[in-house]
């Protein structure tokens, strides 16, 4: 399978991107939720930005501490793919009775998750590949 390689620079204006979406819809987070790994660092960036609250979360955890939480959240990853992963949260939010927002950097086609925001789609059906993020591959080009 062809691989694809996003870069930093890729990175950034994908966020960049989020961030634009965010604005244009007039939703501000409250706190960002990283999911761990590839959500990371978009999700710092997108706080940062907002000069909001961040968590980071690894996607076999669960949310008792936002059980209680008043304001608008924000789960960020790098790639909606097929789905699971969003969809796994949002389950685990629906219990809670929390209503959140949902971005990826990168956003497919084929997926059956429907994000709020995205970077970039992309269309796996048509171009099936293996995107590797740069904190996926760093010191293979140091």
Not at 83 to 109: C, H, M, Q
């Amino acid at each position: 399978m062809k691989q694809v390689y996003i870069t930093d620079e890729e990175v950034k204006g994908y966020t960049q991107e989020i961030i634009r979406q965010l604005v244009l819809t007039n939703f501000v987070p409250d706190l960002v939720v990283g999911l761990a790994r590839g959500g990371l660092v978009p999700a710092n960036y997108i706080s940062q930005f907002f000069e909001c609250d961040f968590y980071a979360l690894n996607k076999q955890e669960q949310f008792p501490e936002l059980k209680d939480f008043n304001g608008n959240i924000l789960i960020v990853d790098d790639i909606n793919d097929t789905g699971k992963t969003f969809t796994d949260v949002n389950n685990d939010l629906s219990l809670l009775g929390i209503e959140v927002r949902y971005a990826a950097l990168l956003d497919n086609a084929g997926s059956e998750f429907t994000v709020d925001y995205y970077g970039r789609e992309i269309d796996k059906v048509k171009d099936p590949c293996w995107v590797v993020f740069p904190w996926e591959s760093w010191w293979k080009n140091v």
